[in-house]
């Protein structure tokens, strides 16, 4: 169902009125990698959205690597989440861990991202296919292409066919960045699949300074948008403050990635 053998337009995902793919302008999503306090998230939010951010994200429920570090604010985040959609008008992505809280996302959450720690989590996708609600799936820590594809179609094989893939950067031998940033991922993808893809520079180098170049090449390459890290305060933020932009920074990146966009 994701190859554009069968299907040769692209497709355009419709995101609570905002559109991804095709030719539509690129989106841009911000927001804080965590939902921490209600009061700080409102804040975040009041820079992303006039920096002209199309959509805002939060993680709730977190996949730590450390069962010790901050799980998420869990439902009352998604509540917060909510509250921010109604204040500033921009559809909410956050990411869906178990099947368990399917219906809260179905009913709450806008796009539902499935996170890189389970790509391959094969009853998650199977659930998501019993939806309609669009889903976010990011690529895997050390996934191939093909298997990747796989996993969109295990969502688009149970009817849900509003699947935007997400490359959040890979697991190789280079230590200096958090993962690397696979590009080529997004004329392959295009290839392949009549999918949107946008592009995740926050988790893919793990460092702010790096956030900007990689966006800007991402849509040099073609990308749709982007998912972007922001934080009012970085060095607090409760969980990757060293790869969250000032909304300020963000703003700015947004301005540059619309004039590359113009181009290609
Ligand atoms: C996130 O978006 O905050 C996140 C945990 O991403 P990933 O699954 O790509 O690590
Ligand atoms: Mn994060």
Known sequence: KANRMFHPA??????SGVKVGGNEDIVVIGGPCSVETRESLFQIAEGVAAAGAKMFR???YKPRTSPYAFQGQGTLGVQ????????YH???VSELMSIDKLQEFDENVDLIQVG?????NFDLLKALGTIRKPVLLKRGLSNTIEEWIMAAEYIMAGGNENVILCERGIRT????TRNTLDLSVIP????KTHLPIIID???ATGDWRLVESMSLAAIAAGADGLIIEVHNNPECAWSDGAQSLKPDKFKTLIEKGRAIAKVV
């Open 10 to 15: 692209d497709s355009v995902i419709d995101v």
């Open 58 to 60: 939060g993680g709730a």
């Open 80 to 87: 917060w989440l909510t509250e921010v959609r109604e204040a």
């Open 90 to 92: 921009m559809p909410i």
């Open 116 to 120: 890189a720690r389970n790509m391959q």
């Open 173 to 176: 031998f280079e230590k200096y």
């Open 188 to 191: 392959i993808i295009k290839q």
């Open 201 to 203: 520079p926050s988790h």
